[in-house]
C-alpha cells in the first residue's frame, strides 16, 4: 500500500544516547545519521542527567521540520549492557504522531536490552521504512503496523473539552489566537502537561489541521529561540517560568497552573472581542457543560462555526476576488468587527493585503 509506505518514509532517523555507570551521557549511535544542530539539542532534551524516576519515560518535540520522540529505559539486571545504567532511544521523524512513535520507540528499546546491539534496532527500522510493519516485536511489545496510526486519532488524543473546561469562556482569546495565526506561548512547571496542552490547542482550528505550528518543548536557548523565531504562528510549549517576561516570543501566553490567559501588550488590538466573539464563546461553553457532547463532537460543533464564519466572509465578494477593507467598511460595522473580520481574511489568504 503506497499510502502506508508513505506514513512510514515519514521516519526519518533513529540513536541511542547512553549513561554509562561513571554517569556520562554520550551520543553513541545513529542510523543512518542525524545532524549536528539536531543532535545538540537532543542530548540537551534527553533527561538521563537527572535522578531516575525524574525525567518523563516519553517525549517529544518539534525543532526545525523535524519531530523528535524520546523513550527512556532503565537497563537494570541486563548482562548485554554491563557499563550502561540507562538509555534514550531518538526517532527523527517528518510527522506528528507520538503514540505511533512510542510503540516504535518501545520496540526498539527493548530490542536493544535484550541484544546489546543497534543491529536489531536497524532491522526493525528497515522493516517499517520498506514495508511498513514490525511483524516480530520484541517479548512484551505489540506488533507494529503504520496503518494503525491514523493521523486524525493523534490529532485529538488528549481532550478538547478538558482544556476548554480550564480556562473557562477565556478559551476564546486562545481561539482568537489560532485563527488569526499569533503567536502563543503555554507554560508550566511540568513537561507532561505543557506537551498535554499544546497538543490539544490547534483543535480548536479544526479546519486547518496543521500541527506543525505546535513546539511544544522549547527551552531559553539560543538555538531553539532562533528557530522558534523563523516562523511566523506556532503553538510553543515552555516549562521555565521566566518565558512569561518574553513579551517578544508571544501575543497569547497561556499560564496553565493559573488557568489564567495574558494577551501580550503590543498585540491588545487583535483581541478586542466582538459579537461574534461572544456567539462562538457562549456556543463553546453549552457544547461544553452539555454531559452528552463528546470531544470530537465539542470539536466538530466549533469546526463547523468556523467554517460559517469563513463562507460568510468569501460571500462579501465575487468569486476570486479579495476582500477589501473598504469592501468591510461599506457594510457600516463597528470598527472591532471589521478588525476582526479582515484579520481572518488574512489568516484564510482571503484579504487583499
Known amino acids: 500500500n503506497r499510502e502506508e509506505l508513505n506514513m512510514a518514509s515519514s521516519l526519518q532517523a533513529v540513536s541511542l544516547i547512553e549513561k554509562d555507570t561513571n554517569n556520562e551521557v554520550l551520543w553513541v549511535w545513529s542510523y543512518p545519521t542525524v545532524g549536528e544542530g539536531l543532535r545538540d539539542l537532543l542530548m540537551r532534551k534527553c533527561t538521563l542527567d537527572q535522578e531516575e524516576g525524574e525525567g518523563l519515560a516519553f517525549s517529544f518535540g518539534h525543532f526545525s521540520d523535524a519531530w523528535y520522540y524520546l523513550s527512556n529505559f532503565v537497563v537494570g539486571e541486563s548482562t548485554k549492557l554491563p557499563k550502561v545504567v540507562s538509555f534514550c532511544v531518538v526517532i527523527v521523524a517528518k510527522d506528528f504522531n507520538p503514540e505511533k512513535y512510542k510503540h516504535l520507540g518501545d520496540i526498539f528499546g527493548r530490542s536493544y536490552l535484550t541484544s546489546g546491539s543497534p543491529v536489531s534496532i536497524v532491522s526493525h527500522y528497515l522493516g517499517v ?21 491514523d493521523i486524525r486519532k493523534a490529532y485529538v488524543a ?105 494577551v501580550a501588550p503590543h498585540s491588545k488590538d487583535s483581541f478586542g472581542m466582538t459579537k461574534i466573539h461572544k456567539d462562538v464563546a457562549m456556543h463553546l461553553m453549552e457544547c461544553v457543560e452539555d454531559e452528552e457532547f463528546t470531544d470530537q463532537a465539542v470539536v466538530k460543533e466549533l469546526s463547523i462555526k468556523t467554517r460559517e464564519l469563513i463562507t460568510n466572509l468569501s460571500n462579501l465578494v ?23 473580520l479582515f484579520a481572518v481574511a488574512s489568516a484564510e489568504g482571503l484579504a487583499q493585503l
Open 129 to 149: 521504512f520498506t514495508r511498513a510493519v514490525v511483524a516480530s516485536p520484541p517479548e512484551g511489545c505489540q506488533p507494529f503496523a503504520v496503518k494503525n496510526y
Open 158 to 262: 488528549c481532550s478538547l473539552k478538558e482544556t476548554i473546561q480550564l480556562f473557562g469562556i477565556e478559551i476564546i482569546l486562545v481561539y482568537t489566537a489560532l485563527l488569526l495565526k499569533k503567536k502563543v506561548v503555554v507554560y508550566a512547571p511540568g513537561l507532561e502537561t505543557v506537551l498535554r496542552v499544546c497538543r490539544t490547542l490547534p483543535q480548536l482550528v479544526w479546519h486547518r489541521q496543521n500541527w506543525n505550528v505546535v513546539y511544544p518543548n522549547v527551552a531559553l536557548e539560543d538555538s531553539e529561540l532562533s528557530d522558534l523565531g523563523s516562523h511566523s504562528s506556532y503553538v510553543a510549549g515552555f516549562t521555565d517560568a521566566a518565558v512569561e517576561a518574553r513579551t517578544d516570543l508571544y501575543d497569547l501566553f497561556v499560564n496553565v497552573p493559573a488557568a489564567s490567559l495574558t
Open 318 to 340: 465575487p468569486e476570486g476576488k479579495k476582500i477589501s477593507l473598504d469592501r468591510l467598511h461599506a457594510r457600516k460595522m463597528t470598527p472591532a468587527t471589521e478588525n476582526f
